[in-house]
């Protein structure tokens, strides 16, 4: 026997097979249909702040004051806020911004616990798959603002400095709140990620960490003083390929 003939020979795919291959391709639609939706909803929805934090955090708790607190002053200047949409400190960013003068939006996701949504949303968006919803956090988003929060939270983080890192999206502000929870992590990029050269020193200046509510809307406001809110031409383009 040659050894080609001992190569596994491909066969045609059964029916369950098949039925697998169909729903995949249907499934595609339902994803595209969640890119189309969240944009046409949101595409009028400019300047915005996207909040994140822990969905564990209860009402009573100073981080949870600290979001609201921090939402409000970004609405009554004339943001709208954008969060999750679930509970804990994103139920706080909206509810902060429904009280407010601008729109509180949520961006919920179909999770199997955890994820129940607030009642504090002017507009609000479902999504089934992180990366859409993702993707509306960024496209949509003058600034981040990042609350204390676990894996989620961080994962929200990460991504826009990676995207902002790499040149896939325009530079925005992203604010960590409440500097003794963040110092730790911080203090690691710079100890290990800087000083074994994973990323350059400059790419920690892509974040600010600020405590005080009214520093945070001054802070977005600095940023874009010069400019505007506005996407220009370039950073347009840069957010049509993101």
Not at 49 to 63: C, D, K, L
Not at 130 to 147: N, P, W
Not at 166 to 172: A, C, D, E, L, N
Request: glycine share 8%; hydrophobic share 45%.
């Amino acid at each position: 026997m040659s050894e080609k003939d001992k190569l596994p020979q491909a066969t045609a795919p059964d029916v369950s097979t098949q039925s697998f291959m169909a729903r995949e391709s249907w499934r595609i639609f339902g994803i595209m249909a969640e890119f189309v939706e969240g944009t046409e909803r949101l595409s009028e929805i400019r300047p915005a702040v996207s909040i994140f934090g822990s969905a564990r955090t209860p009402p009573e708790s100073p981080y949870y004051q600290l979001a609201e607190d921090i939402a409000r002053k970004l609405s009554d200047a004339g943001f709208a806020v954008i969060s999750g949409g679930g509970p804990g400190i994103m139920e706080a960013a909206n509810k902060g911004a429904f009280f407010g003068k601008s729109p509180s939006i949520g961006l919920n996701i179909q999770l199997p616990h955890e994820q129940k949504t607030n009642p504090y949303q002017d507009i609000s968006q479902s999504f089934r798959h992180f990366f859409a919803r993702k993707f509306m956090f960024v496209k949509f988003a003058s600034a981040y603002v990042v609350l204390p929060g676990g894996f989620g939270t961080l994962d929200e983080l990460l991504e826009a400095l990676t995207l902002i890192q790499t040149g896939k999206s325009r530079m925005i502000p992203i604010i960590l709140v409440h500097e003794p929870f963040w110092c730790g992590l911080i203090a690691w990029f710079r100890e290990r990620l800087v000083v074994e050269g994973m990323v350059e020193a400059r790419d920690l200046d892509l974040i600010q960490i600020i405590d005080k509510p009214e520093e945070v809307v001054e802070a977005i406001f600095k940023h874009y003083e010069a400019r505007g809110f506005s996407p220009l031409p370039f950073e347009r383009e840069m957010l049509l390929n993101l």
